[in-house]
């Protein structure tokens, strides 16, 4: 088991940033790829971002490109997901997930790759 708990969401105005943040403990996080996922209100959850286990491969949604950056301290067993320029269709809650294998497969925006879920962090960005 792999226990996921995000912080560092809130309230921000558009074009503010946040860093959000996983702290992972259990089965060992180091060889976990671990993502990044949202779910905006009335909307299915989407994916985000991905970091392999070694942080040697990202990838990130078209929609936060240039804007987002996952990142990952294995020694402190923590994901983050620094988030600048923030729109108001950024609003969502956020949620860690951690796949219990290090790579990042083909079919990384698929919910059903990953194993362990973290309960979110709420996002508000205000216009």
């Known amino acids: 088991q792999v226990q996921l708990v995000e912080s560092g969401g809130g309230l921000v105005q558009a074009g503010g940033s946040l860093r959000l943040s996983c702290a992972a403990s259990?089965?060992?996080?180091?060889?976990?790829?671990m993502g990044w996922f949202r779910q905006a209100p009335g909307k299915e959850r989407e994916f985000v971002a991905v970091?392999?286990?070694?942080?040697?491969?990202?990838y990130h949604a078209d929609s936060v490109k240039g804007r987002f950056t996952i990142s990952r301290d294995n020694a402190k067993n923590t994901v983050y997901l620094q988030m600048n320029s923030l729109k108001p269709e950024d609003t969502a809650v956020y949620y860690c997930?951690?796949?219990?294998?290090?790579?990042?497969?083909?079919?990384?925006?698929?919910?059903?790759?990953?194993?362990?879920w973290g309960q979110g962090t709420q996002v508000t960005v205000s216009s």
């Open positions: 997930a951690s796949r219990s294998f290090p790579e990042v497969p083909p079919t990384f925006i698929a919910e059903y790759v990953y194993h362990y």
């Open positions: 970091i392999s286990w070694g942080g040697g491969a990202t």
């Open positions: 259990g089965r060992t996080f180091s060889r976990n790829a």
